[in-house]
């Protein structure tokens, strides 16, 4: 029922594509630039024209210009804010929708302009929770009807066999121009341990892998550097 296909432009070049996205501070961080990424692709390589659409108040020109930092390519496209009913009345039509966080699913869910609509699920955000009420809402999301585009052959599966969604999965990739091999480091030297911490993520652990980072510091102490990053704290 929320799939329209008879809305969508028969040429690909004519079609748009409406990605509903949180907030975000940073266009770098992973699941961001992974959209962002497919974002650039479809336009560069389809021709299809690309508009952001905030579920939630910000300045949109602040937003775009985050966007263009990552993706000079998409310096030109629409970029809205829903913070308001009115907002939310106004949402342009699109060939493609597509909800990226569980909180912009609900927002999609009632958007009747549009021809297909897709789930981007870059994780199983139920457990980004303990079980609960906010738990049970996320995983709701899953039986909305979208399209499923999935990150893992992982999550695939589960949308597909516990859902019974429909979904294609990405193969996710390496940005060589980014990341890519270095110098060997010295072996009589300190060994060096990179910690992704985001201590105010609670998904992410912070003070399991701390207290852990504290006994490996007590039992190697010059032998080992650990570097931070991740957030400001």
């Excluded at 009420?133 to 992982?154: D, H, L, P």
Aim: contains cysteine; neutral net charge.
């Amino acid at each position: 029922q929320q799939q329209h296909p008879e809305n969508v432009h028969s040429f690909v070049t004519q079609r748009c594509c409406n990605w509903y996205l949180p907030y975000f501070d940073n266009a770098f961080y992973g699941g961001i630039l992974t959209i962002l990424r497919l974002a650039a692709h479809l336009q560069t390589v389809d021709g299809v024209r690309q508009r952001f659409l905030i579920c939630g108040s910000c300045n949109p020109e602040h937003m775009s210009a985050l966007i263009a930092e990552a993706f000079p390519c998409l310096s030109s496209a629409e970029v809205r804010a829903l913070d308001s009913v009115e907002a939310l009345a106004e949402i342009p039509t699109a060939d493609y929708s597509v909800a990226t966080l569980w909180t912009t699913a609900y927002v999609l869910l009632k958007v009747p302009n549009t021809g297909y609509k897709f789930y981007m699920i870059q994780d199983y955000e139920p457990l980004f929770y303990p079980a609960g009420s906010t738990y049970a809402q996320a995983e709701f999301t899953y039986r909305f009807g979208f399209y499923g585009i999935t990150n893992t052959s992982s999550l695939r599966e589960i949308y597909e066999k516990e859902y019974g969604g429909r979904a294609i999965e990405l193969v996710p990739c390496v940005d060589k121009t980014v990341f890519y091999r270095g110098n060997p480091l010295p072996l009589d030297g300190p060994k060096k341990l990179f910690y992704y911490a985001r201590p105010g993520t609670p998904r992410n652990g912070f003070e399991l892998a701390a207290a852990a980072l504290k006994m490996v510091k007590m039992r190697m102490g010059n032998g080992v550097d650990i570097v931070c990053a991740g957030a400001p704290w």
